[in-house]
């Protein structure tokens, strides 16, 4: 007997909430929560369904066109489904019939599937190279059969992939540097980790740096000493800083979600506050998601300091990942951006490298015409 065909519809968020609840790892970027912090996107939780049974869940965020009820469907780091399955086309087809119905041009998603890993000894030794400029230069320690072929599958369905070029990708990062957890205690974690950063970890501590961690209702007093920070953050190392007010809705929704999906972490020096990051855990995966640090008494290794209390803190939570987010691909001595791999491979944990984000045209005048616009914007 055939299997039951799937069903795409909208679903309520507190079904899609459930369906999570049930999950090691979704992308907090598929959560319900993240559509209200998206909040210049219309959004919805769509479900898959054989006959009753809920299979897969998808936050939709729904990008206007200008001056035109179309628009893009943006699924990040989504949606939450079986990718391994060899018949792709059984789940992505109704979705995209969904999504038109929805008024949707074109679709954008970024499926949650790894391509290829490089361990931390094989990116160490890139870096080294003068003949190795990129990721992709290094034979990667793995490949995964199923990122082989859901490439393949997206490419014979008509999705197009987006392209890198050299820094971050304009949506989600493709590549991001992770500390597998799963089976290893704290000591196992530390030990893997370069001498420098062992070094920092000691030396924060010897220099008396306190961290603690924030959740629920008590990250709010110490949110603007963050901001401040982060801001200070942006202003040496060049790049926009989000508004306080984004910082608020974010750990007003993901806490509202759940009290433990998001945490404020600080790290003080005589009462200084010299770093401060906020991380986010769905189920079994664990994120650094923004980061903030001080020009003065670097010296007492504050950004370690805060690091490891996360680290610690997602192996007590039972996390089988610590996600330290983007990685650019570039090696290179000369490129601005390798000082922070240098950063996240001093953790012993991996590049890894996602199939990265598709797109979908469903009307091919439309798609083109965003294209562009996206691009004038640029």
Do not use: C
Not at 116 to 141: F, S, Y
């Amino acid at each position: 007997m055939p299997p039951t065909e799937l069903i795409v519809r909208a679903i309520p968020a507190d079904d899609h909430l459930g369906f999570i609840r049930g999950r090691r790892s979704v992308s907090f970027l598929q959560t319900p929560a993240w559509g209200r912090v998206k909040a210049e996107w219309r959004h919805e939780s769509i479900g898959f369904f054989r006959g009753e049974e809920l299979v897969g869940a998808g936050l939709v965020l729904y990008r206007q066109l200008p001056r035109l009820k179309r628009y893009l469907a943006y699924l990040p780091e989504g949606p939450d489904l079986d990718w391994a399955d060899e018949d792709l086309a059984s789940w992505l087809t109704p979705m995209a019939a969904h999504l038109r119905e929805q008024g949707a041009f074109g679709v954008r998603m970024g499926p949650p599937v790894v391509t290829r890993r490089w361990d931390a000894a094989t990116v160490k030794a890139g870096i080294a190279d003068d003949a190795v400029r990129r990721l992709g230069d290094l034979p990667p320690t793995e490949r995964t059969h199923t990122g082989a072929r859901v490439v393949s599958q997206l490419t014979e369905l008509g999705w197009r992939p987006q392209a890198v070029e050299g820094g971050f990708a304009a949506g989600q990062p493709q590549h991001v540097f992770q500390v597998p957890l799963a089976g290893r205690t704290e000591d196992e974690v530390l030990a893997g980790m370069n001498q420098l950063w062992r070094r920092n970890i000691k030396k924060a501590a010897k220099e008396g740096v306190e961290t603690a961690a924030y959740a629920g209702a008590a990250i709010d007093p110490e949110l603007k000493s963050f901001h401040d920070l982060y801001v200070h953050t942006a202003e040496r190392d060049h790049f926009t800083p989000r508004p306080l007010s984004y910082f608020t809705t974010m750990v007003d929704a993901l806490s509202a979600e759940d009290p433990d999906r998001i945490r404020l972490h600080t790290a003080r020096h005589e009462g200084t506050l010299v770093a401060a990051t906020i991380a986010i855990r769905v189920g079994a995966h664990a994120w650094y998601s923004y980061g903030a640090s001080s020009t003065e008494k670097r010296e007492v290794r504050g950004s370690n300091a805060v690091q490891w209390a996360m680290i610690r803190d997602a192996i007590a939570a039972g996390a089988d990942v610590y996600d330290l987010r983007g990685i650019t691909e570039t090696l290179a001595s000369d490129d601005p951006h390798l000082g922070l791999i240098q950063f996240k491979v001093g953790t012993g944990g991996e590049a890894v490298e996602y199939v990265g984000e598709w797109d979908l045209p469903l009307s091919k005048p439309l798609y083109k015409a965003f294209d562009v616009y996206m691009k004038r914007r640029g």
